[in-house]
């Protein structure tokens, strides 16, 4: 592991070491601020892991191997992966297995649960690319589109924006590239019934919902599935140059018009009769109402112009 002061752009960080492993934190949250930034954070962590697997019946590779499957990264999307809120680092030794020749960034705001990932994970990072860096997941110190795919489990609830985290993590993933996010939030139909307050009564994250409504434009390829007897969502998808939407193309029928008319080309209200003239005549002219008001429009301008 190498990573000079300025390897991300920003900066200085300061710089801790765990053993031999540099672990620049440009912020980091106060010790104690909450169950992460503890002494015994990881073990808290993995106490409240292995409650959840009994209550579902699951295990933590059946976790791990699921997430990591589901990431699926294509050749060429491979090479540098960023995972937020990395925790006490249970994904590592599945990401490092599948993907051996990538460069991980692994990143949390809790130092205490990075060093957990470190001295738990010292003999798969031996010899990998990999860099653990301390800051916010929602201002991360990294050039835009410096990612080839993106892998997060967990911590979305948690953050005190979670729009500026999705679109934090969007920004630092190049065109092309996987983003995947899962964390606390049953399925809708579950809240209609006794199980789902059964459940939010214990976690009232699990009220959270998916986060779609806070996400950028440029996706492609979404997939929504949910994990944990339907309790946690799990989110993929391709970051894309944006929705390639012709505006331009004209309705048949009665009104015609396009999305691009109908949206930007509205005019003022005019009187109601003269609305039905409108109606009446475009109509037995045999063209749409579009066709017709342009075609009068543009004679009405060239005659007053
Ligand atoms: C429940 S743990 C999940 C850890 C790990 N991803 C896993 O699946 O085992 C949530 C993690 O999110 C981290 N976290 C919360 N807010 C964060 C933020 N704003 N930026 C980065 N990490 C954050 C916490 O410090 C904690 O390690």
């Not at 809790?110 to 994970?121: H, K, P």
């Not at 999705?166 to 092309?176: A, D, K, P, W």
Request: negative net charge; charged residues 25%; aromatic residues 12%.
């Amino acid at each position: 592991v190498n990573c000079s002061e300025t390897c991300f752009g920003q900066g200085p960080p300061e710089i801790l070491y765990v053993g031999s492993v540099q672990v620049p934190v440009f912020l980091k949250q106060e010790r104690e601020y909450n169950e992460f930034s503890i002494d015994n954070a990881a073990e808290i962590h993995d106490n409240a892991m292995q409650w959840l697997h009994n209550v579902h019946g699951t295990d933590e590779k059946y976790l791990r191997e699921t997430l990591v499957n589901h990431f699926a990264l294509q050749p060429g999307f491979d090479k540098r992966v960023l995972v937020t809120s990395a925790g006490a680092g249970n994904d590592l030794e599945y990401l490092f297995d599948r993907y051996p020749d990538a460069h991980f960034y692994v990143q949390d705001i809790a130092y205490e649960m990075l060093e957990a990932a470190i001295l738990r994970n010292q003999e798969i990072i031996s010899g990998k690319k990999v860099t653990f860096f301390v800051c916010d997941a929602l201002d991360l110190p990294i050039e835009d589109n410096f990612f080839d795919a993106a892998y997060h489990f967990g911590g979305i609830n948690l953050f005190s924006d979670i729009k500026q985290g999705l679109h934090e993590t969007h920004r630092v993933v190049r065109e092309g590239g996987v983003i995947q996010f899962g964390d606390e939030g049953i399925a809708d139909w579950m809240k209609n019934y006794e199980i789902g307050d059964v459940l939010i009564n214990n976690n009232s994250l699990y009220e959270c919902r998916v986060p779609l409504h806070l996400l950028p434009l440029e996706i492609d390829d979404f997939s929504l599935r949910y994990l944990f007897n339907n309790c946690f969502y799990l989110v993929r998808y391709v970051k894309s140059p944006g929705p390639k939407i012709n505006l331009d193309v004209s309705h048949r029928g009665t009104r015609g018009g396009s999305l691009r008319t109908r949206f930007y080309g509205k005019l003022e209200g005019v009187s109601p009769e003269l609305k039905g003239d409108i109606f009446d005549l475009a109509s037995r002219m045999g063209i749409s109402r579009v066709e017709f008001l342009e075609t009068i429009i543009s004679e009405g301008l060239k005659k007053y112009d």
